[in-house]
């Protein structure tokens, strides 16, 4: 069930941190995720479209119309990240653990 008006929405994020203490094993898991078997595995635990072209769109979302995607600006998410943070625990308080 999606909102009627407006859809909210993220890109699903994946990073390998400086420093990792299992690089090798770190970066074989990035490359199966954005695998086509990777990405046909992640969409169908939870549906997505995803960002490998020939990997199809879920039926479960095929209708949603995505001209209803709330407009996010996600670069200015990561170049204004504390001034996000701090919004949100002005609004909602820091119960993050």
Same mark, same amino acid.
Not at 24 to 50: C, H, N, T, Y
Not at 69 to 90: A, M, Q
């Given at each position: 069930?999606?909102?009627?008006? %407006? &859809? +909210?929405? =993220?890109?699903?994020? %994946?990073? &390998?941190?400086?420093?990792?203490?299992?690089?090798?094993?770190?970066?074989?898991?990035?490359?199966?995720?954005?695998?086509?078997?990777?990405?046909?595995? &992640?969409?169908?635990?939870?549906?997505?479209?995803?960002?490998?072209?020939? =990997?199809?769109? +879920?039926?479960?979302?095929?209708?949603?119309? %995505?001209?209803?995607?709330?407009?996010?600006?996600?670069?200015?998410?990561?170049?204004?990240?504390?001034? =996000?943070?701090?919004?949100?625990?002005?609004?909602?308080?820091?119960?993050?653990?």
């Amino acid at each position: 069930i999606y909102p009627e008006d %407006m &859809i +909210p929405w =993220v890109p699903a994020g %994946m990073a &390998i941190f400086k420093n990792a203490e299992n690089l090798d094993e770190a970066k074989k898991f990035i490359d199966w995720a954005l695998s086509e078997k990777g990405q046909i595995v &992640i969409r169908d635990e939870d549906p997505r479209a995803m960002v490998r072209n020939g =990997v199809e769109i +879920p039926k479960s979302i095929k209708t949603v119309d %995505m001209n209803k995607l709330v407009d996010i600006d996600i670069e200015r998410l990561g170049t204004e990240r504390e001034k =996000v943070l701090n919004e949100w625990k002005s609004r909602f308080g820091n119960k993050a653990k």
